[in-house]
């Protein structure tokens, strides 16, 4: 027999038996447990999903199997360096019950804020959506097994009654902008902005380009993103052109 539930109840048919003691044996659905069984209002013990009743001559008997959907938690924590922001993520279980997806966003305050979530047990995939301006420096759970890939992605196990934590943290991005400026005409010059800093962000690439045109003598790059850390900054010269001097200061804000 089958019961397919309805508003949280279903119904399964009658049946005439004659009377004796009977196994009532409940194949549970993945991602749900059998947390009571009830027959005739009398509490029936469960052993591996399979109750025993007896059915005396001429009566009716009526058992209520109960059941509650398994679940996990995970907390997911932010931690930010350099301000506030809202950060997006997304929660997708993969595998075995995959399918399911959910999106979930948390506003820092004073860098830090957790996002608690109840979840059905299994694998799933979880990636930050990260916020313009903001570099994912780095991502780890614990109290679980889990797989660490590339570009805020994080494959977590979710256990019944456990809970997992991961911790994402991101860092505001600097900016440089080239000015250029020429003597006896205009040209196009290229850019080479190469971080070459220790231990490499998950965000920005490590060498970036940019390119100048001049107009009137002057031009520049406009603003660059980039992650915190140092640079080389390198100007590939046109033919019949020769470099001057260069200057860097951190007093330009637009």
Do not use: M
Not at 5 to 25: M, R, S, W
Not at 37 to 51: A, F, K, L, R, S
Not at 108 to 135: M, Q, R
Not at 227 to 254: H, M, R, V
Request: glycine fraction near 12%; aromatic fraction near 8%.
């Amino acid at each position: 027999e089958t019961i397919t539930t309805t508003g949280n109840q279903g119904i399964g048919v009658d049946h005439e038996l004659k009377p004796g003691t009977y196994a009532i044996y409940q194949k549970t659905p993945l991602d749900w447990q059998l947390t009571s069984v009830e027959c005739n209002g009398v509490p029936t013990g469960i052993v591996d999903g399979t109750i025993t009743t007896s059915l005396d001559p001429g009566q009716t008997k009526t058992c209520v199997f109960k059941n509650k959907i398994k679940e996990g938690n995970l907390i997911i924590n932010k931690h930010t360096i350099g301000g506030n922001d809202k950060f997006y993520f997304d929660i997708n279980r993969i595998g075995q019950g995959g399918g399911t997806r959910q999106s979930e966003s948390i506003t820092t305050v004073n860098g830090l804020k957790d996002l608690p979530l109840t979840l059905a047990p299994g694998t799933y995939n979880i990636s930050e959506i990260v916020t313009d301006g903001w570099v994912l420096t780095d991502f780890t759970c614990s109290n679980t097994t889990y797989d660490k890939a590339q570009n805020g992605v994080i494959n977590v196990i979710i256990v019944d009654t456990k809970t997992t934590i991961c911790d994402f943290y991101n860092t505001k991005k600097g900016g440089l902008k080239i000015f250029k400026e020429t003597i006896g005409g205009n040209e196009t010059f290229n850019y080479k902005i190469e971080n070459y800093s220790q231990g490499q962000n998950v965000g920005l690439p490590k060498t970036q380009t940019a390119t100048i045109t001049t107009t009137a003598n002057k031009g520049d790059s406009g603003l660059l993103a980039l992650d915190q850390g140092s640079y080389n900054i390198t100007e590939e010269l046109p033919a019949d052109w020769k470099f001057d001097s260069a200057t860097c200061d951190s007093s330009y804000t637009s």
